[in-house]
């Protein structure tokens, strides 16, 4: 059985895809941003066959890695779970992290379907990338994040397109909120991001901040990391995930 690649072990998701996928028998290669994080994630996952370290946050260094690892060896299928997010309003938004969040979960999904299809083709494989729902519905304080999602979800469909000529699936799981350290790190800053505020910042967006902390606050009884890896495992084996 040829390999499979999780790009994102570390995290919640991520984590739990691997889990499944250990479960079901496959030969799992994971991708972590550091090789300073290899003995954590080998310890919570030593079912583990390898792993490999590429920043997201450097699509380049994404395609290089991958693309030399996977040049003459078999690669069975590749699942992205890396993603970052960010909030506030647009007006006071950083470009810097603007162009941060577009190249993790966007351009960094471009590099590991270029790295990593010549293998895929050769297996008749299949790539799942992770996106949301908020790759559909633009809501006031996600514009960032919504904006690198709505750009995988045209990458994703146009993948889909073009890589069925060689027999190899593009799937998108778009989950809704989940129970995961980076939600629950949301929950745990807003408010000190809203004592934080600039008397200007306030005098704008305090009352939006403070509904935005309500909703935040609310979303309960979310899904948990094991629950959305379940649908993403699913897309993975399924016969038809169209």
Do not use: W
Not at 108 to 122: E, F, K, N, T
Not at 130 to 149: N, T
């Amino acid at each position: 059985m040829d390999p499979i690649l999780v790009v994102g072990v570390r995290g919640g998701v991520g984590a739990a895809v691997a889990q499944q996928l250990l479960q079901r028998g496959y030969p799992v290669i994971g991708g972590v941003r550091a090789a300073e994080q290899f003995d954590e994630v080998r310890a919570a996952l030593p079912g583990l066959s390898e792993l490999l370290a590429f920043d997201m946050a450097d699509a380049d260094q994404v395609r290089a890695v991958l693309a030399a690892r996977f040049a003459v060896s078999p690669l069975g299928g590749a699942i992205v779970c890396a993603a970052v997010s960010q909030y506030g309003p647009l007006e006071s938004a950083s470009l810097a992290d603007f162009r941060r969040l577009m190249e993790i979960n966007a351009a960094s999904c471009l590099a590991v379907y270029q790295a990593c299809m010549p293998a895929l083709r050769g297996s008749v494989g299949r790539l799942v990338l992770l996106s949301s729902y908020s790759g559909r519905v633009g809501l006031p304080f996600f514009g960032l994040y919504e904006a690198s999602k709505f750009a995988l979800e045209a990458l994703g469909d146009v993948m889909r397109q073009e890589a069925a000529a060689f027999g190899v699936k593009v799937v998108l799981v778009l989950p809704g909120g989940i129970d995961t350290e980076m939600s629950r790190g949301l929950r745990r800053r807003i408010d000190a991001d809203i004592a934080a505020l600039s008397p200007a910042e306030a005098a704008l967006y305090a009352l939006r901040y403070e509904k935005f902390r309500a909703q935040i606050h609310a979303a309960t009884n979310l899904p948990s990391g094991a629950d959305v890896a379940r649908q993403v495992v699913e897309a993975f084996t399924i016969a038809d995930p169209e």
